[in-house]
């Protein structure tokens, strides 16, 4: 379980935990994020029960939250509410570093450092983890993450049918 202080390298990209659920009483975790120049945009994406707050410390973030597109520059601050599809990529041709609280915390750090631990292994490919592990971590973070395609119906079932045989077959919804 990630603490106060530890960083997680992937390629270009970095995660420095802040604060974490554990030394904020479940009420916050902040990260620094470090995304590499042209990052990929992630897939659309909500938080059910979660706020997040950014502020925008360098480079250029290009983000939709809603309907609504928007461009953040160094200095930006932004809130996605619980509940509100989003997604945000860093767009200019230097690392973009940001600043980011999610409350509650909810097992948001142990979801970050699975992804990142999992991308840093060379594990999880760019496009995203393949099917198995998907359902496993899916299933496990269903009230911290949620993808907005396909529907919500369709996911649960795609979790209880293939989630059982990803751990059978040795996929983990937590990695450190």
Same mark, same amino acid.
């Given at each position: 379980?990630?603490?106060?202080?530890?960083?997680?390298?992937?390629?270009?990209?970095?995660?420095?935990?802040?604060?974490?659920?554990?030394?904020?009483?479940?009420?916050?975790?902040?990260?620094?994020?470090?995304?590499?120049?042209?990052?990929?945009?992630?897939?659309?994406?909500?938080?059910?029960?979660?706020?997040?707050?950014?502020? +925008? =410390?360098?480079?250029?973030?290009?983000?939709?939250?809603?309907? @609504? #597109? /928007? !461009?953040?520059?160094?200095?930006?601050?932004? *809130?996605?509410?619980?509940?509100?599809?989003?997604?945000?990529?860093?767009?200019?041709?230097?690392?973009?570093?940001?600043?980011?609280?999610?409350?509650?915390?909810?097992?948001?750090?142990?979801?970050?450092?699975?992804?990142?631990?999992?991308?840093?292994?060379?594990?999880?490919?760019?496009?995203?983890?393949? +099917? =198995?592990?998907?359902?496993?971590?899916?299933?496990?973070?269903? @009230? #911290? /993450? !949620?993808?907005?395609?396909?529907?919500?119906? *369709?996911?649960?079932?795609?979790?209880?049918?293939?989630?059982?045989?990803?751990?059978?077959?040795?996929?983990?919804?937590?990695?450190?």
């Amino acid at each position: 379980m990630a603490k106060a202080g530890d960083v997680i390298i992937n390629g270009e990209e970095r995660i420095l935990f802040r604060q974490t659920a554990v030394e904020t009483n479940g009420e916050l975790l902040e990260v620094e994020v470090t995304y590499k120049p042209h990052s990929k945009r992630p897939p659309e994406h909500y938080h059910p029960r979660q706020e997040e707050r950014f502020e +925008l =410390l360098s480079g250029i973030l290009a983000a939709k939250i809603g309907d @609504q #597109e /928007f !461009r953040y520059e160094p200095g930006d601050q932004f *809130v996605v509410p619980p509940g509100t599809p989003h997604w945000m990529h860093n767009v200019s041709d230097k690392p973009a570093r940001l600043l980011w609280q999610t409350r509650p915390a909810l097992k948001t750090g142990s979801l970050f450092e699975t992804i990142w631990s999992l991308t840093r292994d060379g594990k999880i490919e760019p496009g995203g983890p393949n +099917l =198995l592990q998907a359902a496993v971590i899916g299933q496990e973070y269903t @009230q #911290e /993450f !949620r993808v907005t395609k396909p529907p919500r119906w *369709v996911q649960k079932i795609f979790f209880t049918l293939l989630a059982p045989i990803g751990r059978l077959l040795g996929y983990r919804a937590s990695y450190s």
